[in-house]
């Protein structure tokens, strides 16, 4: 399962990390939407969590950044 976040259109897809087969071999670099999570389960403090999305210039190395900046141009 996958994503298109609004403003990014079809070029960029972000893959839901739970839905793959092997779900444990990758981990997220933030968390987001975090407002709607279920109570029960506890976020990992040294992960950055954000109760909607982020500002991309506050979480994104310079090198994502521009990475993103290209997809989008």
Not at 26 to 42: G, N, R
Not at 46 to 72: F, G, H, I, Q, W
């Amino acid at each position: 399962m996958w994503s298109h976040y609004a403003g990014n259109g079809h070029r960029l897809a972000f893959v839901h990390a739970g839905t793959l087969d092997d779900a444990g071999r990758i981990e997220p670099d933030i968390h987001i939407y975090t407002s709607t999570k279920v109570p029960w389960f506890v976020l990992p403090s040294e992960k950055p969590a954000v109760p909607e999305y982020y500002r991309e210039s506050d979480v994104m190395t310079l090198e994502n950044r521009a990475r993103m900046a290209a997809l989008r141009s």
